[in-house]
């Protein structure tokens, strides 16, 4: 039987039983043992046209707050959960009742000070919008006049949000226990994530930096992210700049051409914001866009991002490319290094045909028909089937484009999503080996070898005391130790030349092609000093390696 020991949340778990025994969960409730659990039976209220996972969303939607964010971070995982039950996740609503303006009213006092009048000239008592964490308040600052909006998180809620995640912990460690079938969601690592996730939410700062650095890569103006004001803003409070604009679900109604530059421009700034900035909007939904006059695009509610790294970019374009190229054998290989398998471990074969068989599929679909997000799932289908685990961020960006793909179907279901990402997977491709690339890759490589050139002999020197000293559990000499660390400089300082010629050789190159002046023998006259000097380096090399009769 599961044991709730604090007496403080006993009357909550006795909530959560009492309504998984009106959904019908009988099965769940008879492993509880739960005392008069015959009783809870006869009370299961459940309606006869429900399929078990529209009972799940039910159960955590009555469930409250923490239940309700459980199945939206839930619905971000399509790598662990089957499709339908991400589909009716995903129509999780976290709108609640609003609190009454007093306790709002003493939040903001709380961390500007009173009066509240003070702060903002303007300031409506009823609110906009009113969620689980937190609920949002129009108003106008009194020191700029700017119109503004106060994100106030709802007053006790981290201490409720706290209790409700102790005893979801409690519960997924129950369930991955005493039914096996469940074991391959990993309940208790999902509910580790949701506490992390949820109490970062909770922490507005946070927010008030993600949308500081979305803001920072903006290049145009069809997309905006709203100004947040630090000095006004705290754990529990965000005042931000207010964005006057539709609801994306709205922009159905508008003109064919207006719907198709929304969709582009989402699709674009979502693509963007993964493929190019490295991050991104976690949650890149309907209702997290607003749209404005002029067509912009605002995204809103930044309190879930992705990141991802230069590396993990160029490993997704080398996904892509072999999607692209039907290539089943890269796909795999790729995937099983990403998922940091060992190819021992699976049989490759079985994944490769399956990889093969969505390719065919997918390459039989016209490209102005291929749905990008139905393409993803069923390949998160083929991973999570092998059991391998792609890394978390990987997970929300392929979540984040599905969202994204969704959202612009659903403003313009016309829309070739294929071609309009196309020119910016062209693009990271090209900076992955433009010339300022290719030399930031030379230079980390060079320090890495000077550095090893600095501290190898340091190194064996050390090793070598400690096998002197009886260390490492035996005793071992090295006999003409001075001539092996000798031997080891020679040929660090040997790579050491090489890679310096070869960056001389590219370096040069670059400056040849520019015509900067002045020149010399008709080219500019650093490169061609450059050349000179690599020629002298290159040839001084072979010189040494022929000497010593070390090839």
Known sequence: MLQINDLKKIKR??????????????????????PGADLLHKISSVEENLDVYQRICRVLEE?????????????????????????????????????????????????????ISKHFSKFNSEPLAAASLSQVHRGRLRSSDEEIVVKVQRPG???????????????????????EELRCYE???ITRTVRKTLLLELDFTRELDNMNIARSYIENGDVYI??????????????????????????TA???????????????????????DGFFHADPHPGNLLVGDELQLCFIDWGMVGRLTDEDRFELIDLLGAVVDKDSRKLTKNFVRICAKKQSDIDLKKVERSFMELLDRYHSIP?????IGNFLISLLS??????????????????????????????????????????????????????????????????????????????????????????????????????????????????????????????????????????????????????????????????????????
């Open 13 to 34: 778990f006795n909530d959560i039983v009492l309504i998984l025994a009106k959904y019908g969960f009988d099965e769940v409730l008879d492993r509880l043992d739960m």
């Open 63 to 115: 469930l409250g707050p923490t239940f309700i964010k459980f199945g939206q971070i839930m619905s971000l995982r399509p790598d662990l959960l089957p499709e339908e039950l991400l589909r009716e996740l995903e129509k999780l609503q976290d709108e609640v009742a609003p609190i009454s303006y007093n306790e709002i009213e003493q939040v903001i006092v709380e961390y500007l000070g009173p009066p």
């Open 157 to 179: 809620i981290e201490k409720n949000i706290l209790s409700d995640l102790d005893i979801l912990e409690s519960i997924s460690v129950f369930l991955d226990l005493q039914f």
């Open 187 to 189: 309940l208790p690592e």
């Open 226 to 251: 709203p100004k947040a004001y630090k000095e006004l803003s705290s754990k529990k409070l965000l005042v931000m700049e207010f964005f006057d604009g539709l609801k994306f679900k709205d922009i």
């Open 254 to 276: 508008s003109s064919d051409s207006k719907r198709r530059r929304v969709a582009e421009n989402g699709l674009h700034a979502a693509t963007k914001q993964i493929l190019e």
């Open 367 to 371: 490209i102005a028909q291929m749905n």
């Open 382 to 551: 083929i991973l999570r089937n092998f059991q391998l685990k792609l890394p978390n961020e990987y997970i929300i960006m392929i979540k984040a484009l599905i969202t994204a793909d969704g959202a612009a179907r659903l403003a313009y279901p016309d829309l070739n999503v294929v071609e309009e990402i196309k020119s910016q997977i062209h693009a990271i491709s090209r900076k992955r080996y433009s010339p300022e690339n290719v030399w930031k890759n030379i230079k980390g490589s060079l320090g890495s070898i000077l550095a090893i050139k600095r501290e190898l002999p340091l190194q064996l020197m050390s090793i070598v005391e400690k096998i002197e000293q009886g260390d490492l559990g035996f005793t071992f000499r090295f006999e003409q130790l001075e001539k092996l660390v000798k031997s080891l400089e020679n040929a660090s300082n040997r790579l050491t030349i090489g890679i310096i010629t070869g960056a001389i050789i590219i370096g040069s190159s670059m400056i040849i092609t520019t015509g900067v002046k002045p020149f010399l023998f008709g080219y500019p006259a650093l490169g061609v000093i450059g050349y000179l000097i690599s020629v002298v380096l290159g040839l001084w090399l072979v010189v040494t390696i022929l000497r010593d009769k070390r090839y």
